[in-house]
């Protein structure tokens, strides 16, 4: 089985606005990748 893994630095979607985990889980399904998971939102 491979493994991927996405390493997402510094989003910046404009003032007030934010990516949930959940929806970036649901787009990685909906890309057709098996069991995605978010580990870790510091908020840095």
Known sequence: MQ???ALLYS???GEGRR???SDL???AES???NNPR???A???
Do not use: R, S
């Open 3 to 5: 493994t991927y893994v």
């Open 38 to 40: 978010t580990l870790v």
């Open 25 to 27: 889980k649901a787009m």
């Open 19 to 21: 990516v949930v985990m």
């Open 42 to 44: 510091t908020g840095n």
């Open 11 to 13: 989003i910046v979607l």
């Open 31 to 33: 890309l057709g990748l």
